[in-house]
């Protein structure tokens, strides 16, 4: 089955600091891969995309996200992490097949301490 | 600027009423989708729409049925509510290939 793996629930660093959010994924082919954002009681908001070329995607708020096909992994990066960065992260691959919808992690809570 | 419109942002509805959710795109995306969000349980998908008319069954479909006559809209109905579908109802739409844009999201209680 394919699926999207966030193996952490939860991600604390302090301000200042690099932060990484981790995904793992198992879809066939060549998917196009996603993150998301969430800030309470708002729908996602989208940050970045990998389709095909450079590995290492730039987003949103300074974000970024290095895609590794030999690891499946698509992990959300920043090298100085904010307060205001604390939310919901969720990654999310498309299997790019006609008629197949987003296949979204369980999310991880970024929280940036002062 | 992108608009998913979801018509609601909460909702109180009685066990056993007949709900309508409706999202709203002006984007000219083939594809839409509903969401369901439970915490821990990360997005998990109840229908989406390739084209006018047409609904294919995610993740969780059961007590859930969905309307798509018009290309802009998609209809989440729950046939008869249960308390058990409190949540919060997420829309997004689509291009073929591409990420999902999302509404704001719809937060249901069933009491």
């Known amino acids: 089955a394919q699926s999207v793996a966030q193996p952490e629930d939860q991600v604390n660093v302090a301000e200042g600091n690099p932060l990484t959010v981790k995904c793992t994924y198992s879809?066939?082919?060549?998917?196009?891969l996603f993150w998301y954002v969430q800030y309470p009681n708002r729908g996602l908001q989208f940050l970045l995309k990998?389709?095909?070329?450079?590995?290492l995607v730039k987003g949103s708020y300074g974000f970024e996200a290095e895609f590794n096909k030999s690891q499946t992994s698509f992990h959300l990066k920043k090298p100085s992490a904010l307060v205001s960065d604390s939310a919901l992260y969720f990654c999310?691959?498309?299997?790019?097949?006609?008629?197949?919808?987003?296949?979204f992690g369980k999310g991880t809570t970024l929280s940036v301490s002062s | 600027d992108v608009k998913v419109t979801q018509s609601s942002r909460y909702l109180v509805k009685r066990t056993g009423e007949k709900v309508f959710l409706e999202c709203v795109q002006d984007?000219?995306?083939?594809?839409m989708f509903w969401y369901r969000q439970d915490p821990g349980l990360g997005l998990r998908l109840i229908y989406f729409?390739?084209?006018?008319?047409?609904?294919e069954k995610g993740d969780i479909p059961e007590g859930y049925s969905v309307s798509r006559e018009k290309k802009e809209r998609f209809s989440l109905i729950l046939e008869s509510a249960s308390t058990n579908q409190t949540s919060m109802y997420l829309c997004?739409?689509?291009?073929?290939?591409?990420?999902?844009?999302f509404g704001q999201g719809t937060r249901l209680t069933v009491v």
């Open positions: 997004a739409s689509s291009l073929a290939f591409g990420g999902a844009f």
């Open positions: 990998y389709i095909t070329g450079d590995n």
């Open positions: 999310a691959v498309s299997p790019n097949q006609a008629g197949t919808a987003l296949i």
């Open positions: 984007m000219d995306h083939e594809n």
């Open positions: 879809v066939s082919g060549n998917p196009y």
């Open positions: 729409s390739y084209d006018v008319k047409m609904k």
